[in-house]
C-alpha cells in the first residue's frame, strides 16, 4: 500500500525538510507556496501609517506519495526538522493512496513512485 503525506510547514524549514527528505530515500516531492491560518489567526501591520490585517499568513506545502514502509521515518523526520515549538509550526496529514500511474510507461502501484 502507499501513503500520500501532505505537510504544511514554515516556509523558513523548507530547505531543511527537503534535505532530510532526501536523505531518506524520498525523492518524489511536490511544493506548493499556500496561504492560511489556524490558532495562529494571523496578525496586524502597519503599512504607511495604516494598520491592517494579515489573516492568511504564508506556508509551504509538501506532498509526497510513498511506500508505507517510509511513512513513519518520512513523518518522524518533518516532526524534528519542521519544529520550532511556537505556534504556526504546521500539521501533517496521512491519506491512502489505492493506486498511483506512471503516465509516460504505465507502471502501476509502488513501481510508478
Known sequence: MMTKVEAIIQPSKL???????????IEGLTIS???????????????????YSVDLLPKIKIESVMNDSQVDAAVKAILETAATGK???GKIFLSKVDEAIRIRNQERGVAAL
Open 87 to 89: 505556534i504556526g509550526d
Open 15 to 25: 530547505d531543511a525538510v527537503k534535505e532530510v527528505l532526501t536523505e531518506l530515500g
Open 33 to 51: 507556496e499556500v496561504r492560511g491560518h489556524g490558532r495562529q489567526k494571523g496578525h496586524t501591520e502597519t503599512y504607511r501609517g495604516r494598520e
